[in-house]
Structure formats: structure tokens, C-alpha cells
């Protein structure tokens, strides 16, 4: 089971990004854990001029393997979650 999740690259600077970027956005504690069969995954992305902005959320295991990319899409402002099995 996946031990790391990343949203966005936290070392890569917001101005690097060419597109739209949201104001903030929040990556939430994973629940029940990750050492279930499946874990529920909560953000929420920043307004932006109501615009959509792309969105990806991927899961690493703690070799820093990419093991899926659960989210990879354009969306607009607001809180989301996602469950991973």
C-alpha cells in the first residue's frame, strides 16, 4: 500500500507552472489510513476568477515508486475527495 502522497510538487515554485494556478489548496489527512484495503483522499482546490485549473494527485510508495495517478483533470474550485483501493 501506498505510504506517500503528493499534491503538486511541494518544491516546484507555483510561478513555474504555465497555466492558471489556484490561490491555495489543501491536501487532508488520508482516512482511515493508508494500511486499509482502501483509503478516502480529501483536498480542495482554490478559486481562481472561477476558473478550472488542472489537478493531479498521485500516490508513491515510501521507495518513491509512482504507483497510480488517482486524480488528472481540470477542475474548478472546491473540496474533493477520492478513494483509493
Known amino acids: 500500500m501506498a505510504k506517500i502522497i503528493e499534491f503538486f510538487n511541494s ?8 497555466a492558471l494556478q489556484p490561490l491555495n489548496f489543501t ?19 482554490g478559486a481562481i476568477r472561477e476558473s478550472s485549473v488542472q489537478v493531479q ?6 521507495s518513491g515508486q509512482k504507483i ?3 486524480v ?11 478513494v483509493f483501493n
Open 72 to 82: 488528472d483533470r481540470r477542475q474548478i474550485a472546491g473540496r474533493y475527495s477520492v
Open 11 to 18: 518544491s516546484t515554485p507555483l510561478g513555474s507552472f504555465p
Open 57 to 62: 494527485l498521485t500516490i508513491y510508495n515510501a
Open 27 to 45: 491536501l487532508e489527512q488520508n482516512y482511515p489510513n493508508p494500511f486499509n484495503p482502501a483509503t478516502v483522499i480529501s483536498y480542495t482546490v
Open 68 to 70: 497510480r495517478t488517482v
